[in-house]
């Protein structure tokens, strides 16, 4: 079991009840929010009901490094740097992200951290459609190729 990094690409206007609470208690209900969330049947069921609204893939070491030292938050002020890490107890960004790796963690689970990520609109647009699923033609639902579209969204 793994961990999985979710990206709202829709925001939450004209969406079904169900959908919209479903992002939210994912922790991604703004457009272009991410966050890390366990790869068990019970988020992959919550990430399939909301495959029309967001992509997701299995995260790496580098990538959560990057997200945590560039978009990890404390508070809405504060960025998650080397003074707020060792408050929290951890060395650097890069024994955060081993940590959370190895032990499954969630974004939500590491207290002190806000539980998502806010990610800018991809640098050179998405290339492909943000209105249909991945193995359509679109970027939408499983896509193994978000790693590098979320590297631009940094």
Same mark, same amino acid.
């Given at each position: 079991?793994?961990?999985?990094?979710?990206?709202?690409?829709?925001?939450?206007?004209?969406t079904?009840t169900?959908?919209?609470?479903?992002?939210?208690e994912?922790?991604?209900?703004?457009?272009? @929010?991410?966050?890390?969330?366990?790869? /068990?049947?019970t988020?992959?069921?919550? *990430?399939?009901?909301?495959?029309?609204y967001?992509a997701?893939?299995?995260?790496?070491?580098?990538?959560?490094?990057?997200?945590?030292?560039? =978009?990890?938050? $404390? !508070?809405?002020?504060? #960025?998650? /740097?080397?003074?707020?890490?060792?408050? *929290?107890?951890?060395?650097?960004?890069?024994? *955060? @992200? !081993? #940590?959370m *790796?190895?032990?499954?963690?969630t974004?939500?689970? $590491?207290?002190g951290?806000?539980?998502?990520?806010?990610? !800018?609109p991809?640098?050179?647009?998405? #290339?492909?459609?943000?209105?249909?699923?991945?193995?359509?033609?679109?970027?939408?639902?499983?896509?193994?190729?978000?790693?590098?579209i979320? =590297?631009?969204?940094?």
């Open positions: 079991m793994g961990n999985l990094l979710a990206v709202n690409l829709h925001g939450l206007i004209n079904p169900p959908v919209r609470t479903t992002l939210v994912l922790g991604i209900g703004r457009r272009f @929010a991410a966050t890390i969330v366990r790869d /068990d049947a988020t992959l069921g919550a *990430l399939r009901l909301c495959k029309d967001v997701w893939c299995p995260v790496d070491g580098a990538l959560l490094q990057s997200l945590l030292e560039q =978009r990890g938050r $404390v !508070s809405a002020a504060r #960025k998650l /740097d080397s003074s707020a890490l060792k408050a *929290l107890g951890y060395k650097d960004h890069a024994e *955060l @992200a !081993s #940590k *790796l190895a032990q499954g963690m974004l939500s689970s $590491v207290s951290v806000k539980p998502f990520f806010g990610l !800018s991809p640098k050179g647009g998405l #290339k492909r459609s943000s209105r249909r699923q991945f193995r359509e033609g679109g970027v939408l639902g499983e896509n193994p190729k978000l790693p590098e979320v =590297r631009r969204m940094i």
